[in-house]
């Protein structure tokens, strides 16, 4: 609620709700995949139709998708909705990468990375829609995390690096708190920024 309340982009309180968003997402998908069991395949198609129809309902009523165009509450509340699903996707997409592709956590960091990889070349050097250019790269970074935590996390004896939870975090954290305090000095770098190719963006908004 605090982040509707306000109308201009505040990195700490933004960042702050992508993250309650990420564990809710998480949350989510670990009841829809395991407590339900439907398991992450068709967990993920499920989350993949949610999100398509919720993108198309924001089109269709806001006429725009694109994260700096967001002038309403009812468009941010669509904007928050659909990063809301995208981290439950992600999280999907993540657990099933690690536990039932073979990949394992690194292999699936680095699958993950290097589709990343592919979407900034995109966004440099071909005409690809940056609207739908910033919606696969934020679907991407969920279970780039996701994986890349567990590679940090999990013991050696797991194909992990062993630095075990209380580590991890820190080092994510450290990792989080400086690009958050990069992009507070580079505005152009902030959400919309990215998403729009310009530096005229709200920042998140």
Do not use: C
């Not at 395991?34 to 999100?51: D, E, K, Q, W």
């Not at 934020?138 to 580590?167: E, I, M, N, Q, Y």
């Amino acid at each position: 609620m605090a982040q509707l309340a306000v109308n201009r982009y505040i990195p700490v309180l933004y960042w702050a709700v992508i993250l309650a968003t990420s564990t809710a997402g998480t949350t989510m998908s670990d009841y829809m995949d395991r407590t339900l069991g439907l398991g992450y395949a068709t967990g993920a198609l499920i989350l993949v139709s949610i999100l398509a129809v919720v993108l198309g309902l924001w089109r269709l009523s806001e006429k725009s998708l694109s994260v700096s165009d967001i002038t309403t509450r009812r468009g941010e509340l669509f904007y928050w909705t659909a990063i809301l699903f995208s981290n439950t996707l992600g999280t999907a997409l993540g657990d099933f990468l690690a536990d039932d592709s073979g990949l394992g956590f690194g292999g699936g960091a680095l699958l993950i990375g290097s589709l990343l990889a592919v979407v900034v070349v995109a966004y440099y050097f071909t005409s690809i829609s940056r609207v739908l250019l910033f919606w696969v790269a934020f679907v991407l970074t969920r279970p780039f995390g996701a994986t890349f935590g567990d590679l940090l996390t999990k013991s050696p004896a797991d194909h992990g690096l062993g630095f075990g939870t209380r580590g991890s975090s820190l080092i994510l954290f450290g990792l989080l708190l400086g690009l958050i305090l990069y992009t507070s000095v580079r505005p152009p770098l902030s959400p919309s920024a990215l998403e729009s190719g310009s530096a005229g963006g709200r920042g998140g908004r």
